[in-house]
């Protein structure tokens, strides 16, 4: 079985460098961009089976991110990766197709575990 390949967005470059490094050991990790437009471009040239992505990516949210590629059909999964704690942050994302949410200050231990169930298919938040 190939490892599942994974692009990782955040506007924080120390945030990427050490996303890299907690995955790359048990994940593909097919590339880091650090906003929404360099991440709309890069989904379609990488086919990535998983995109995690920021709440916050600064030129865009999110948010607006995952419609975009919905729109054009991208059939990655998606993993939302925020700061932001509340209950609503969770609750919009899945609603909006995104198959987990994860709290950056516990990303080291919850994202493989994340990526693991969502490469399973199954929903987690």
Known sequence: MSRARILLADPN???L????????PEFAVAGTVQS?????EEVQALNPDVVVL?????DMTGFEVLRRLQARGC???YI?????????FV???LKMGASAYVIKSSASSEL???LRRVMQHEAVS
Do not use: C, K, N, W
């Open 112 to 114: 493989p575990a994340a």
């Open 75 to 77: 059939r990655s999964r």
């Open 13 to 15: 470059a120390a945030v």
């Open 80 to 88: 939302f990766l925020s700061l932001y704690e509340g209950i609503e």
């Open 17 to 24: 460098e050490t996303l890299v490094d907690v995955l790359q």
């Open 54 to 58: 920021e709440v916050g990516m600064g």
């Open 36 to 40: 929404g437009a360099a991440l709309l």
């Open 91 to 93: 609750e919009a994302s």
